[in-house]
């Protein structure tokens, strides 16, 4: 791998982990000093949301600037939205608080181009390679990230002040740490003209079957998991009554789980092909609803859990590996800013359904609502390959 997947693979690990510190404080905090009990959850919907919002204008701004510059950028603005947030718990200002969590929507829809920017790096048969290689990132991130929630509630006298001062701090070892990426060398002024003149428009790239197939995978990846994951806490504590020490287990076990199989999973990919590694990832969302729905002892939600984490790594990094298949160069902003905003648009719709869903319905219903979404895929994944089937035989 060349110098720039492993320089954006050890800024992950710095710049994602930020989003496990949220996720584990954010409705800890929320829960003290929010006005109501019903908006504890508010601060990390509001990281969501702000991911979702970002994730055109940022890439907007690499097709104007490059990306090294919004790269550096969006590591300062995580770096403010700890210091926000430091700020927010001392003053106990909740409104503040959910305003940091805001930022740091913004600043994780930034981290999100790094597998991009990874994939531009490598030649077209290393793409998933390269892809999976970033999202190692994610496995540090996620030991990172609650570790400096514990360090930081020893360094201030204030609880969980110099959580978000370290958030700062790490933040900026991540600004330094992309400061040194490289930008791939652009094509001649009438080269790059000629190109952009030959581009298609969205209309004509969004017919691609293969297109919704890459975007449909990543989405019902990140979408499905987060609609289970943000439900199991409050499910498997609040109603099952299991221990608070062994339902933190089994969330850091599914972060691991999500990003461990990047050790294999890119090679799985060009080894297999997307569409079976697709089927795999819904194999494991299949036998993860099939495990929580039968029982509700430690082991269902464990092993739940970290299929639920084998079967988003093996959908995102297949759909993403795919999803360069459908666009020229001059297409790539375009296109990842779509795909970005239909995955994490989802992504924000399941948080926020998540607690409404099992308030109401509960939690059966809520894992047996996934099923549909996975037969959809299937049949989806199907049509591309009828599709092109068919193409080649015109041919």
């Known amino acids: ?145 609650p570790e400096l929630a514990v360090w930081g509630s020893l360094l201030w006298q204030q609880t969980y002040v110099g959580a978000f001062l370290l958030l700062t701090l790490v933040s900026l070892v991540a600004a330094v740490i992309l400061s040194f990426y490289r930008e791939p060398k652009c094509e001649t002024s009438s080269d ?85 590694m697709m089927l795999l990832g819904l194999l494991a969302y299949l036998v993860t609803i099939i495990t929580a729905v039968i029982g509700r002892d430690l082991l269902n939600y464990w092993a739940a859990l970290v299929l639920l984490g084998i079967g988003w790594n093996f959908l995102f990094v297949a759909g993403t590996a795919l999803l360069p298949r459908c666009y020229a160069k001059t297409e790539r902003y375009k296109v990842q800013s779509f795909n970005d905003t239909f995955i994490f648009g989802a992504q924000a719709m399941a948080s926020l359904s998540a607690g409404w869903v099992i308030h109401l319905l509960g939690w059966n219903v809520l894992l047996l609502s996934c099923l549909p979404l996975i037969v959809a895929q299937v049949l989806l994944i199907t049509w591309w390959k009828w599709s092109r089937t068919k193409a080649l035989s015109n041919h």
């Open 1 to 145: 791998m060349p110098f720039n997947v492993w320089l954006l693979t050890l800024a992950q690990a710095f710049a994602m982990s930020a989003t496990p510190m949220m996720m584990l404080l954010g409705g800890l905090i929320g829960a003290q000093i929010a006005p109501s009990p019903e908006l504890a959850t508010l601060p990390i919907a509001s990281m969501v949301v702000g991911l979702a919002l970002s994730v055109l204008p940022v890439s907007r701004l690499m097709q104007r600037f490059g990306r090294k510059p919004v790269f550096v950028g969006g590591a300062l603005l995580a770096a403010s939205s700890g210091l926000v947030a430091a700020l927010a718990t001392s003053e106990q200002n909740f409104i503040l608080f959910c305003l940091s969590g805001v930022m740091l929507g913004s600043a994780g829809a930034v981290v999100q181009q790094y597998r991009f920017a990874a994939m531009e790096s490598v030649s077209e048969e290393l793409v998933a390679k390269a892809a999976s290689r970033v999202l190692l990132g994610g496995l540090a991130a996620a030991v990172i990230g």
């Open 192 to 276: 790059s003209q000629r190109v952009e003149n030959n581009a298609r428009s969205l209309t004509e790239i969004l017919a691609q079957p293969q297109l919704w197939v890459a975007i449909a995978g990543a989405t019902l990846g990140y979408a499905m998991m987060s609609f289970v994951m943000t439900a199991t806490p409050l499910h498997m504590h609040h109603v099952e009554q299991h221990s608070l020490a062994d339902t933190k287990w089994v969330i850091q076990s599914h972060i691991i789980a999500m990003y461990l199989p990047s050790l294999f999973s890119g090679a799985l990919v060009a080894r297999l092909g997307v569409s079976k």
